[in-house]
Nanobody, 122 residues
Framework: VQLVESGGGLVQPGESLKLSCVAS????????MAWFRQAPGKEREGISC????????YYEDSVKGRFTMSSDNAKNTVYLQMNSLKSEDTAVYYC????????????????WGQGTQVTVSS
């Protein structure tokens, strides 16, 4: 199993970014795909998750209405569209996966990407 994130960068407050996570070594059936982020000095935080088995689509409160997670099963890719970015969204963003149901807890995921840096600053 391999996950590769891309799409991070430096943007100004209010702007948008779209992150991608390409998965290989498995197909999305029976797997949960999640986005986490980790800011300096803070714990890794689950912000969104999608699973097909249980029909889950989860967003953490601070990103609801601004971030949208989607998947393209044909491309084995999940996306995180991030709009109206704020300085507090600055973090390294990771995608993660494991069998089963979505979870907001990092410890429940076995497989992780390398992360992509998102910096929101004027």
């Amino acid at each position: 199993v391999q996950l590769v994130e891309s799409g991070g960068g430096l943007v100004q407050p209010g702007e948008s970014l779209k992150l991608s996570c390409v998965a290989s070594g498995f197909t999305f059936d029976d797997w949960a795909m999640a986005w986490f982020r980790q800011a300096p000095g803070k714990e890794r935080e689950g912000i969104s998750c999608i699973d097909s088995t249980f029909g889950t689509l989860y967003y953490e409160d601070s990103v609801k209405g601004r971030f949208t997670m989607s998947s393209d099963n044909a491309k084995n890719t999940v996306y995180l569209q991030m709009n109206s970015l704020k300085s507090e969204d600055t973090a390294v963003y990771y995608c993660a996966t494991d069998l089963g149901r979505c979870s907001r807890w990092a410890r429940t995921y076995t497989y992780w990407g390398q992360g992509t840096q998102v910096t929101v600053s004027s």
